[in-house]
């Protein structure tokens, strides 16, 4: 049977990354699955062939760009240009984690401010919507031409959260950044919260977090980040509330990256647990945000 006059409403196609969120979202949505073969060359280069048939297809493209990101990178454009070579559809990038989000602006003179060169490549290769999670800087987005929007992981990590009956929770985010998300979360798990104030060196990428009392002797805390990279930021967040008698400690985050080992000091610091999203793929991405990207795309009625 010939499928490609067939007009299907989305399809999702399943990158190289985040395998399991692409395969979540398709099952909720009942989308058919598009599948890529893709390989690297021993030289290094990134290879990929659309295995399923693109044709006429409205594509959704889940491709986190998490570690090593100038691959996946350049994975998600060799993606969104092959299929438009292919004559797909409108084309929507769901990229969970932005992969350098966080180099939003010039601090040093002559620094490359990778996050816009990321979205003019973007635009470049065809992509006509994009979606993303908890963005570094929600006014990068100002830099698309494209209809661009961001979704927020934070109510599902405050109601993952709300399982755990947490004693008399006292929520924070380890600088001041974005203290609405501990906001947020207090809301929803009914308790209280607060911040700190860090300062990183441009030039090394040493981390200064500033002692503040915080409420937390003999309560459940619980700290609140968008990112868990090196885990300094969140080792100097630990230290500064179990020194001031918190019960338990408990990490949580939107993009569990965690390079080298910094799990282990951040378990060996004192946190009872680590829980993240699918936005990456790791051992600590217990909460799904499956279900916000299904209802953002039924939202969007991209068909
Ligand atoms: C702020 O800069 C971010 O919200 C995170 O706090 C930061 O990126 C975490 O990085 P790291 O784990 O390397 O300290």
Redo the contacts with the bound molecule.
């Keep these: 049977m010939d499928l490609s006059c067939i007009s299907y409403r989305m399809s999702i196609v399943i990158g190289p990354s985040v395998n399991m969120l692409a395969s979540r979202v398709a099952s909720r949505l009942n989308s058919e699955l598009i599948h890529i073969e893709y390989k690297i060359f021993p030289d290094g280069e990134s290879y990929i062939r659309y295995i399923d048939d693109v044709k006429g297809k409205n594509l959704v493209i889940i491709h986190s760009c998490d570690a090593p990101q100038d691959k996946r990178w350049m994975e998600l454009f060799f993606m969104v240009k092959t299929a438009k070579d292919l004559g797909c559809g409108r084309l929507t990038a769901i990229v969970p984690y932005f992969g350098y989000s966080?180099q939003d602006r010039r601090i040093l003179h002559g620094e490359a401010v990778g996050s816009e060169v990321i979205i003019r490549l973007l635009e470049a290769v065809g992509v006509d919507y994009f979606m993303t999670f908890d963005i570094?800087n929600v006014s990068t987005l100002s830099h698309f031409k494209i209809k661009a929007q961001e979704l927020s992981a934070i109510p599902s990590m405050g109601e993952y959260l709300l399982h755990l009956n947490l004693n008399e929770p006292f929520v924070m985010t380890?600088?001041d950044?974005?203290p609405w998300r501990a906001e947020k979360v207090a809301e929803i798990i009914s308790g209280d919260w607060g911040y700190l104030k860090k300062d990183?060196d441009p030039v090394t990428g040493e981390?200064t977090t500033y002692f503040k009392e915080l409420p937390v002797r003999d309560r459940d805390v619980v700290i609140v980040?968008?990112?868990?990279?090196?885990?300094?930021?969140?080792l100097n967040a630990i230290r500064i509330v179990r020194e001031q008698g918190a019960r338990n400690i408990y990490v949580i985050c939107v993009f569990p990256l965690l390079s080298e080992d910094?799990a282990k000091e951040i378990f060996r610091a004192g946190a009872k647990a680590i829980y993240g999203t699918d936005c990456v793929e790791s051992k600590f991405s217990v909460i799904s945000v499956a279900p916000i990207i299904a209802d953002a795309l039924e939202k969007w009625d991209i068909s």
């Excluded at 980040?225 to 969140?234: A, C, E, P, R």
């Design positions: 966080r570094h380890p600088d950044e974005a990183r981390i980040d968008d990112v868990i990279s090196t885990g300094k930021t969140m910094s």
